[in-house]
């Protein structure tokens, strides 16, 4: 069974409370580290304008090249959950190695701005999962554009597509993740 996350492009008004909510959660400074970001998607030219949202964070792809990248398996794809976790401790650093940063191609891996940082990344929010509750990105989220949950169960419960305006799946990662369209 796969975790992962829904995401409600429709529903998004870009009030970034997922963000700043996962950044007191896992007590991340301010600055550019962010697990979980807002990005903003604009088409068309006045008068005919177009503007929509994509909140991102790591998708904990079926098949993770952040995984087989790191050359210490400071990185693992739990087989109970598939929630891929990352072990700051066992990282030789940005400055050592940066391979997983490299791999990743939605640009989930994160290290702060100190020399050699260590791998920082989404868990979604295992501690919370433990306690039978969500994500903090999904119970913060106002208007309800974030779910967290089993796969099949997420496809089940919401119209899904697996991309929409701004998110395009790279061959071979099945990213966790599944959408529904702004009109």
């Known amino acids: 069974m796969q975790l992962g996350f829904y995401f409600d492009q429709s529903r998004c008004s870009n009030c970034l409370t997922c963000v700043v909510a996962c950044k007191d959660w896992h007590d991340i400074p301010a600055g550019p580290v962010s697990w979980r970001r807002v990005v903003t998607l604009e088409e068309g030219r006045y008068p005919d304008l177009s503007v929509s949202f994509l909140s991102i964070a790591c998708h904990h792809c079926e098949d993770a090249p952040c995984v087989s990248a790191c050359p210490v398996e400071a990185i693992i794809k739990r087989e ?61 989220c106002p208007m309800r554009a974030l779910d967290a949950g089993f796969l099949n169960e997420l496809k089940s419960k919401h119209e899904t597509v697996t991309e929409v305006r701004g998110f395009e799946v790279i061959n071979g990662t099945s990213p966790s993740i599944v959408f529904k369209r702004k009109g």
């Open 80 to 140: 109970t959950d598939g929630i891929v976790v990352a072990d700051s401790e066992k990282c030789l650093g940005q400055d050592s190695c940066g391979d997983c940063i490299k791999a990743c191609p939605y640009g989930a891996i994160q290290f702060a701005e100190e020399s050699d940082a260590k791998i920082q990344k989404c868990d979604l929010c295992l501690e919370r999962w433990a306690e039978g509750k969500k994500p903090v990105c999904v119970e913060s």
